[in-house]
């Protein structure tokens, strides 16, 4: 984590994070937005209807109420996450201990 939901008084919380093929099932969220910033490697994005791709530089942009998932391609991507507003600090806590993808559905439909 870089900048935590604490530290911002609730306003976005950024994280850093790796990918290698895999990334969350589709889902929704209606308080939060979710912006990648590609570091490096390629992530991918599915939003809505339309699917994103982005390199080092990038920006994927991931607005409230639409049905999104992401994911690295053809290898593992760095990025920087950042969630607008930052409430999401637990259930991305409670994500690294996640061992299987049932697990990460069952995490997932927990929080949202």
Known sequence: MKCSNESTGGS???YRTV???QGPPPHRHTHEDETILALAGT???DCGDDTFTG???S???LPRGLTHTFRSVGGPA???F???PGHLDEFFRAQESVASRDEL???VGRFF
Do not use: H, R
Request: proline letters at 4%; a negative charge.
């Open 82 to 84: 950042i969630v607008t």
């Open 105 to 107: 559905i069952d995490l």
């Open 43 to 45: 992530v991918a994005a």
């Open 55 to 57: 390199g080092p530089g």
């Open 78 to 80: 760095t990025f920087l």
């Open 59 to 61: 920006t994927l942009f």
């Open 19 to 21: 990918l290698d093929g």
């Open 12 to 14: 976005l919380a950024v």
